[in-house]
Each structure stands twice: as C-alpha cells, then as structure tokens.
T-cell receptor, first 115, second 113 residues
Framework: AQTVTQSQPEMSVQEAETVTLSCTYDTSESDYYLFWYKQPPSRQMILVIRQEAYKQQNATENRFSVNFQKAAKSFSLKISDSQLGDAAMYFCAYRSPNTGNQFYFGTGTSLTVIP | KAGVTQTPRYLIKTRGQQVTLSCSPISGHRSVSWYQQTPGQGLQFLFEYFSETQRNKGNFPGRFSGRQFSNSRSEMNVSTLELGDSALYLC????????????FGQGTRLTVV
C-alpha cells in the first residue's frame, strides 16, 4: 500500500523567512501525482502545489516551490518569504490512477509563523 | 464559480443513531470522494463516486455507505453510530480523470455522544 510520511509534526518560521517541510512516500507505481494541501483553522483543505511524477522540473507557485527527488521518493515544500497567513496544517498527498485515484495523505505538519 | 458545499457544518448525534451528510460538488465535476479526519488516524479515504457509481472504497465497515445522484451531489450515510465515528468528514470534488486536483469542502464536524 502507498504510504506518505511527514516526519515533522510541528515547524515554526519567522515572518519573511524561508521554511522547508519534508515529505517522503513509498510506491511501486511509475505514474502518480504529488500534492501539498494546506488546512487553516477554517478546516478547508486548499491546494498549494502539485507535481506530476513524469515531470523532472520542480513545480513552483509564487512563494511555494517543491524539491521533487523521484529516486529518493522525496517531495519537500519550500515556503519563501513566509507570511502570517501561511500558518496552517500542511498535508502531503499522493495519488495514482493505478491505485484507485484516491488520495493518500501524510499525518501533517503544523506550521507556526512568528511575527 | 461556487465551491464545494457540505451540509450540515456541525452535527451532534447519539450512539446508535444514523446520520446523513451531503456534498454538492463544483459544477461540472463528476467525482466526489469522502474522507474521515480524526486526530488519531489522520485523513482516511472512505469512498469515491464517479457518475453515480462507486468507483473505489476504503477500509471502513459497511455502516458507512454513500450514493451519488445524477446532478453529482453525493450523500454519505453512517448507521448505528459509535463514539469512534466522531470526526470531521471532508468531501472532495474533482473531474475524476487525468492529473486532477481535488477541491475540498469545509467539512461536517460530527460528534457522537
């Protein structure tokens, strides 16, 4: 079964600084997608960034970027110029069309942004 | 474009009762998935419906069931509620094919007493 591991239950960062959240996954599939979702106190999961496994180039969305290491099965999220609104729980997620298209989520990392 | 709407937002039920949760997906989305979120187990997949058919199912007992209507709206039903069913239930809407992302609703917080 696919597993997604987030080894950092909590992280903190100073406002305007950079922070990296870690994620590793285990799969035997070659076709899959990886995601980072953010869940603020409002509870709504919001997509932060997405990466297709067949793409070698790391995805970037404004202040958010990933470091995708396919061979190492690693998918970390870097948040640059952290803002107070970035404070939330961040979930790494995996999905593959060969395993039912369901999302497999990590246990989450709670990010605190210090003013 | 309206987002994913889940109703109700909060529910309190007694053990043994049954409950029905509703999810209206984004217009044009044919796939609706349900997830249970608890502090102990995290986010766990319940099932996915695509064009009114259950396409995939997670490892939950038969007390958890669902359905999808022709307008893609979905309902999830839990019968004979147990204390352990207390959780945030999230609905995710997507196109259902290709490298899709899922759009989530704000969830229904179910408390079983």
């Amino acid at each position: 079964a696919q597993t997604v591991t987030q080894s950092q239950p909590e992280m903190s960062v100073q406002e305007a600084e950079t922070v990296t959240l870690s994620c590793t996954y285990d799969t035997s599939e070659s076709d899959y997608y990886l995601f980072w979702y953010k869940q603020p106190p409002s509870r709504q999961m919001i997509l932060v960034i997405r990466q297709e496994a067949y793409k070698q180039q790391n995805a970037t969305e404004n202040r958010f970027s990933v470091n995708f290491q396919k061979a190492a099965k690693s998918f970390s999220l870097k948040i640059s110029d952290s803002q107070l609104g970035d404070a939330a729980m961040y979930f790494c997620a995996y999905r593959s069309p060969n395993t039912g298209n369901q999302f497999y989520f990590g246990t989450g990392t709670s990010l605190t942004v210090i003013p | 474009k309206a987002g994913v709407t889940q109703t109700p937002r909060y529910l309190i039920k007694t053990r043994g009762q049954q409950v029905t949760l509703s999810c209206s997906p984004i217009s044009g989305h044919r796939s609706v998935s349900w997830y249970q979120q608890t502090p102990g187990q995290g986010l766990q997949f319940l099932f996915e419906y695509f064009s009114e058919t259950q396409r995939n199912k997670g490892n939950f007992p038969g007390r958890f069931s669902g359905r999808q209507f022709s307008n893609s709206r979905s309902e999830m039903n839990v019968s004979t509620l147990e204390l352990g069913d207390s959780a945030l239930y999230l609905c995710a809407s997507s196109l259902g094919t290709g490298p899709f992302e899922a759009f989530f609703g704000q969830g229904t917080r179910l408390t079983v007493v």
